[in-house]
Each structure stands twice: as C-alpha cells, then as structure tokens.
C-alpha cells in the first residue's frame, strides 16, 4: 500500500514554457522553477513491483549517473529533482519533476543564429562528437539521443549569463558493454549520423549558404579518420 503523500504544490498553473515530452506547470511566487507532474518511464519489467517512492529513487539514481556523463562532456545541466506528492486534481500519488527554469529559447525552434551563440552551438556540437568517440573506444556509457530539442539558450534566476543548458530530464543512455559486438560499429555510425543532423539543423538557421560550423565539422572528420585506421 502506498504511503499517504503530502501536497507539494497547493496551485499549479500551465507554464509559459513548451515541454519536451510533457505539460509543464508554474508554481505562482516559484518563478525559479518548473514543474512536470510526470508520468516517467519507467521499464515495466524493473517498475513492476515498485512503489512510487522506489521509482522515485531509481529516477534520482538515473539522474545521478546522467550527471557523471553531462560532467564529463562538458555542458551544463539544468538542476532537477523528482518529489512524490498528490496529484491537485485526483488526490492520488502522483510523481513530480521540478527543474530549475530557464529563460531563454530553444535551439529546435529558434529561427536564426545570433552571433552570440555560434561559437556555443559549434563547441557543444563538437563535444558531443569526441564524447560519443570516447565512449566507444573505452567501452563507457554514453548518451545516445542528443537533439537541439534538448537544449535551451538562455540563463537563470541565479546565472545572468547566458548559457546553453541542457533541460531533457528523461535522456536515453547506453552502456557499450551491453552492446553485442557485431551490433557496435553500426550503432557508432547510426549515433554520428544522429549527431550530424543535429549539427545540419543547426547550420541552416544560419541563413548562409554552405555555412559549416568549423569545430564541429573537425570533430566529425578526425573522429571518421580514427576510426577508419581502426578497422
């Protein structure tokens, strides 16, 4: 039987803010934060059993291990917690995402490049690309569905500089190890590929033609030289 929960959140108000996978939610006097009131997946064959408070610690240990590679690539995260709370409108326990809110636009859906954040996309670019290199070579986990969805431009109650901050708080992650060895160069290529349409995407709110963000694009070719004089 599940534990009586607390209301976490008296009022909740739809955001401003487009999600990615879900409805977001405001806290009126939060401004700093966003809540989704979250149906997270969770594989069945590990949640069937779970109370929600076990499904909680095991979104706050993903979490946790997401970190140590966000860390190890270099990007910067926005803080997210998950608390167990009951839903305003059914009274039944209900899990909740709350992250910090960041103002600023999405790179999907931005229209053009300001000069300001060139340099910042390409460099972002490029770090995923040596990290998705990296991992494969030294048999790590790695994050293996990066998009421009995932990431918002912009700054923080606390950070006035703005910044590209990753807001997916639900990434996909795959241990090479956990990959059948006739399966792992055909997934390296798939995840670069995935990686060079992102970069693609965002080359062409540039606006000019046969733009080429130059460190993500030498990233991409050193990684295809190492691993041809791998094979």
């Known amino acids: 039987m599940e534990k009586k ?58 979490a946790t291990e997401f970190k140590k590679i966000v860390d190890r690539i270099g990007i910067v995260m926005a803080k ?10 059914t009274g039944k326990p209900a899990l909740f995402g709350v992250t910090e809110r960041i103002e600023g636009e999405n790179l999907e859906k931005m229209r053009s490049l300001d ?12 770090k995923l690309i040596f990290d998705l290199f990296n991992s494969y070579k030294e048999n790590n986990s790695f994050w293996c569905d990066p998009r421009n969805d995932q990431f918002i431009f912009g700054k923080t109650e606390k950070n006035e500089t703005p910044e590209i901050y990753l807001v997916d708080v639900d ?25 060079l349409s992102q970069v693609e995407n965002m080359e062409e709110k540039m606006g000019e033609k046969g733009f080429r963000f130059k460190k993500a694009r030498a990233a991409i070719d050193k990684v295809k030289m190492e691993i041809f004089n791998m094979i």
């Open 171 to 195: 990434p996909a992650v795959i241990d090479w190890n956990t990959v059948p060895m006739e399966d792992r160069e055909h997934l390296f290529w798939d995840s670069l590929g995935l990686l």
């Open 80 to 89: 997210t917690d998950y608390i167990v709370g009951a839903d305003p409108v």
């Open 115 to 126: 000069k300001e954040i060139v340099d910042k996309v390409d460099e972002l670019y490029a």
């Open 5 to 62: 929960e607390d209301q976490p959140f008296i009022k909740l108000e739809k955001s401003d803010i487009n999600g990615i996978t879900s409805k977001l939610f405001r806290v009126p006097g939060h401004e700093d934060m966003v809540v989704r009131k979250s149906f997270i997946d969770v594989p069945d064959e590990e949640a069937e059993n779970m109370s929600i408070h076990e499904k909680t610690e095991y979104l706050r240990n993903n």
